[in-house]
C-alpha cells in the first residue's frame, strides 16, 4: 500500500510538468457586451476649412450635459470610453457649430466588433469553457503529491509501531 502511494505521489509530481487543458473542465464563463465606445474623427469644417490644432471640443449629451472635452490634435478629435448613446459635438465658445453623433455597437471599429461578437458567442455557450486555453494545476497536483507523500510515510510509521 505504501510503495503504492508512492509510486501514485512521484507520477503526480511528474504530471505536474504538463499543462492541463482547461475546457476538460465545466467552467462557466461570464461575457459582458461592449457597452462604451471611442469615437475618433478627421474634423473637417465646410465653411472655414479644418478646424485648427488646439480647438476645443465638447461631446454634450441630449440634456445638455458636457460628458467629455478634448481639443483638435493634428486636425483628428478622439473622445475614449464613451457610453453608447446619442449625444452632440460642440465647438466650445461656438454653440453654434453642433454635429449630432450617434455611438452604438454598429459605431464601433472593426476591433471592437470582433471583442463584441467574441463576446456574444462566449455568452451564448456560457456553459462550457471552449477557449482551449492551457492552464497549469500545480498547485492542486503538488498538493496531492504532497499529501500522498505524508500519507505514505504515516501509514510506513503507523505499520512499523503494530
Known amino acids: 500500500m505504501k510503495r503504492l502511494l508512492i509510486v501514485f505521489s512521484l507520477i503526480l509530481l511528474f504530471l505536474m510538468r504538463f499543462p492541463v487543458d482547461a475546457s476538460a473542465f ?3 464563463i461570464v461575457a459582458e457586451e461592449a ?3 471611442n469615437i475618433y ?3 473637417q ?3 472655414r476649412g479644418t478646424l485648427p490644432n488646439g480647438t476645443k471640443i465638447d461631446l454634450v449629451d441630449l440634456k445638455g ?3 467629455d472635452s478634448t481639443v483638435v490634435q493634428e486636425e483628428t478629435v478622439f473622445f475614449e470610453n464613451i457610453p453608447f448613446g446619442d449625444y452632440i459635438v460642440v465647438v466650445s465658445g461656438d454653440r453654434t457649430k453642433v454635429i449630432p453623433v450617434k455611438l452604438d ?3 464601433l471599429d472593426s476591433q471592437h466588433v470582433k471583442q463584441v461578437k467574441v463576446l456574444e458567442e462566449l455568452s451564448t455557450n456560457s456553459d462550457t469553457a471552449k477557449t482551449g486555453d492551457a492552464t497549469n494545476l500545480y498547485p492542486l497536483i503538488l498538493s496531492l ?3 500522498g507523500i505524508i500519507l505514505a510515510f ?3 510509521s503507523y505499520s512499523k509501531e503494530v
Open 26 to 28: 465545466n467552467v462557466p
Open 145 to 147: 503529491s504532497v499529501s
Open 65 to 67: 450635459k458636457i460628458i
Open 35 to 37: 457597452t462604451v465606445g
Open 45 to 47: 469644417d465646410e465653411d
Open 154 to 156: 504515516y501509514k510506513f
Open 105 to 107: 455597437k454598429s459605431s
Open 41 to 43: 474623427w478627421e474634423v
